[in-house]
């Protein structure tokens, strides 16, 4: 799922391109893509788009009087729409300008998770920002610190947590913990005032390292081509000590990690028959 860092970027090159311009309609193409009744997308017709930003993961729309607000989940991308099909593959809604050029969100597959908010006045106050924590990159030391002691859980789940630190994911959690020398499943509320400055300096390296990274490119990046040191390099030996990146399987996800860099040189246990490291 595209992160703080992919989504910023894209926000940023949205921004520059279709700032200004009029919107001429918003149109579903799926039953499941408008995610509100109220207010109705005619409210944002004829009004000039303000600006594309950003908050954690979901890409705002700003027209004025109403916000779209939408979250691409684990396959969508919002793109310029060039061929503006009547039926375009994998199409969930597209805005279309006066000017003549569209938007299209798609995804990929078939779960249709995808969707998009149509919200009026303050957009953090609403669903689905209102529950959001801050975003991480505007979280100074004693911030982080105060969360950190107000959430006692494992850290990995920690940084992962919309509700308490938006914005991260997967990848960055992996890259984060290990740039900070942490376990994965160290306990929050355990972690010395040292450890929380080595999580926070973590936190702002890794996500200004990937920000860089998209700045550099005129598209969204896939996941496969994301840079970092342990994330899904399970095998491969790790760029700081050389010792070999291990993983932890869920269902859904991989935890990644260097032992001699995060864990004393210790392997997790799998989840599901042995006791976590703290």
Request: hydrophobic fraction near 40%.
């Amino acid at each position: 799922m595209p992160e703080l860092p992919e989504i910023q970027a894209h926000a940023e090159r949205l921004d520059q391109a279709f700032a200004t311009a009029t919107l001429e309609r918003f149109r579903p193409l799926s039953f499941t893509a408008l995610k509100t009744a109220v207010p109705s997308p005619e409210d944002a017709a004829g009004h000039s788009l303000v600006f594309v930003g950003r908050r954690g993961k979901h890409l705002l729309l700003d027209f004025g009087t109403v916000t779209f607000v939408v979250h691409l989940m684990q396959g969508g991308r919002l793109l310029v729409d060039t061929k503006q099909a009547a039926r375009p593959r994998g199409g969930v809604a597209r805005w279309t300008f006066t000017d003549g050029r569209a938007l299209l969100l798609t995804e990929a597959g078939t779960e249709r998770k995808a969707g998009v908010w149509l919200v009026a006045g303050d957009p953090e106050a609403q669903e689905p920002l209102a529950r959001l924590g801050p975003d991480a990159d505007q979280l100074d030391e004693a911030a982080l610190a105060q969360l950190v002691g107000a959430h006692s859980m494992r850290l990995h789940g920690f940084l992962r947590d919309q509700h308490v630190v938006a914005g991260l994911g997967r990848r960055l959690a992996n890259e984060i913990c290990h740039r900070a020398g942490l376990s994965p499943f160290a306990m929050t509320a355990k972690l010395e005032t040292a450890e929380v400055a080595r999580l926070h300096e973590a936190i702002q390296v890794c996500i200004n390292q990937s920000l860089a990274y998209e700045r550099g490119r005129d598209s969204m990046s896939s996941s496969k081509e994301r840079p970092g040191d342990v994330h899904h390099r399970e095998g491969e030996p790790c760029a700081v000590c050389g010792d070999t990146v291990r993983a932890v399987e869920y269902r859904s996800y991989t935890v990644n990690y260097c032992p001699t860099c995060q864990t004393g040189g210790k392997l997790l246990a799998d989840n599901t028959t042995s006791r976590f490291l703290k």
